[in-house]
């Protein structure tokens, strides 16, 4: 296992468009965590699952995000009607059971 | 509700010398585990150390070591011998059971110089 894999590593998208991200985890967590980070702040809390189970989503998420992990492998993270302030690093983690989380490369939207 | 405080946004350090980093944090819950991250340029998040809160030893790996004030709501990061490889973003994370989710600072540039 070589760790959390996130693709793609960079999309540029036009206002309005939808955008997926994928995140694959490492193979035996079962928790699995979305963050987004701008430039020189740490990362914030998006959403987190247990399995397949989505326990918890930010209240800062619109509506116009979701995030699926059917059968509790690989999650995606969709944006619809991307807006500018969307443009961000989006970071998929993952953990198994008190450990901590294990960070992918990220996704670097780009909002133009 | 939790939150995690870095109050110091840039720091510099000498390259062989020792720098510490800190951290402050507030919950009300009493089990809770205390990370540092780092995030070199560009590149992605790993950790540095972990310290579980019911444990009153520091954590130490290597070069890096924590002075965790559990009462204080304290946990700073010490440096020693530092390499110019230590150069990167900083952060401290928070998490518990409560939430399940961890909890960020907005991170410390730290930059080791030549």
């Known amino acids: 296992d070589t760790g959390v894999s996130q693709n793609p590593r960079h999309k540029i998208t036009k206002r309005g468009q939808n955008v997926t991200f994928r995140c694959d985890p490492i193979s035996e967590h079962n928790r699995l965590y979305w963050y987004r980070q701008t430039l020189g702040q740490g990362p914030e809390f998006l959403t987190y699952?247990?399995?397949?189970?989505?326990?918890?989503k930010s209240r800062l998420l619109s509506d116009r995000f979701s995030a699926e992990r059917p059968k509790g492998s690989f999650s995606t993270l969709e944006i619809q009607r991307t807006e500018q302030g969307d443009s961000a690093m989006y970071l998929c983690?993952?953990?198994?059971?008190?450990?901590?989380?294990?960070f992918g490369q990220g996704t670097r939207l780009t909002v133009v | 509700a939790q939150t995690v405080t870095q109050s110091q946004p840039e720091m510099s350090v000498q390259e062989a010398e020792t720098v510490t980093l800190s951290c402050t944090y507030d919950t009300s819950e009493n089990n809770y585990y205390l990370f540092w991250y780092k995030q070199p340029p560009s590149r992605q998040m790993i950790l540095v150390i972990r310290q579980e809160a019911y444990k009153q030893q520091n954590a130490t790996e290597n070069r890096f070591s924590v002075n965790f004030q559990k009462a204080a709501k304290s946990f700073s990061l010490k440096i020693s011998d530092s390499q110019l490889g230590d150069t990167a973003m900083y952060f401290c994370a928070f998490w518990t059971s409560g939430t399940y989710k961890y909890i960020f600072g907005t991170g410390t540039r730290l930059k080791v110089l030549a």
């Open positions: 699952f247990q399995n397949e189970a989505q326990l918890e």
């Open positions: 983690a993952s953990s198994g059971i008190d450990t901590e989380a294990f």
